[in-house]
T-cell receptor, first 110, second 111 residues
Framework: NAGVTQTPKFRVLKTGQSMTLLCAQD?????MYWYRQDPGMGLRLIHYSVGEGTTAKGEVPDGYNVSRLKKQNFLLGLESAAPSQTSVYFC?????????FGPGTRLTVT | DAKTTQPPSMDCAEGRAANLPCNHSTISGNEYVYWYRQIHSQGPQYIIHGLKNNETNEMASLIITEDRKSSTLILPHATLRDTAVYYC????????????FGKGTLLTVNP
């Protein structure tokens, strides 16, 4: 039981490049989430999903897209990366109460 | 949603109890109190949650005042590995997607 895994762990992008972050969970959770955390700040919700095939906007959705084609996977896409998207990205999943978080992806956009 | 107020930092001696306070004076009747923590550079970890009764699990105890306007997370025997940022969050039950993280309290456990 791996819990929540994220790929990749680190990435450096140039401004304007695109990339996809992958989140996978093996707990059969319905809910999945993408957060970003900037230095010295708490986590901010980007997008979330309440089930396969569904997505919804969180607090800071601009510049990101998501897809939940399979229940166990939640993808976060950056179509045209900007330096302001330099951050640590955390994925999480949940059933009813507590959220389980992945180890994070450190993204730097130069 | 109710907002929370936590001290920015606290210290605790190893082996002693750590008591982390949280004020949530505007909490609504259907909102739960959740506690998470984040050890440096790791993803947050769920600790405990409660509605109005005191709760205890293998990690911590949660004490909620009778008027529900404040709560205290208690780590009974703090260790160095408990050094982390602790987040107090309130949100409606069954609405897990409304988890909103503030700046939390940095607890430093000293040897």
């Amino acid at each position: 039981n791996a819990g929540v895994t994220q790929t990749p762990k680190f990435r450096v992008l140039k401004t304007g490049q695109s990339m996809t972050l992958l989140c996978a969970q093996d707990m059969n959770h319905e809910y999945m989430y993408w957060y970003r955390q900037d230095p010295g700040m708490g986590l901010r919700l980007i997008h979330y999903s309440v089930g396969e095939g569904t997505t919804a906007k969180g607090e800071v959705p601009d510049g990101y897209n998501v897809s939940r084609l399979k229940k166990q996977n939640f993808l976060l896409g950056l179509e045209s990366a900007a330096p302001s998207q330099t951050s640590v990205y955390f994925c999480a999943s949940s059933y009813i109460w507590e959220q389980y978080f992945g180890p994070g992806t450190r993204l730097t956009v130069t | 949603d109710a907002k929370t107020t936590q001290p920015p930092s606290m210290d605790c001696a190893e082996g002693r109890a750590a008591n982390l306070p949280c004020n949530h004076s505007t909490i609504s009747g259907n909102e739960y109190v959740y506690w998470y923590r984040q050890i440096h550079s790791q993803g947050p970890q769920y600790i405990i949650h409660g509605l109005k009764n005191n709760e205890t699990n293998e990690m911590a105890s949660l004490i909620i005042t009778e008027d529900r306007k404040s709560s205290t997370l208690i780590l009974p025997h703090a260790t160095l590995r408990d050094t982390a940022v602790y987040y107090c969050i309130v949100m409606p039950g069954g609405s897990n997607y409304k988890l909103t993280f503030g700046k939390g309290t940095l607890l430093t456990v000293n040897p």
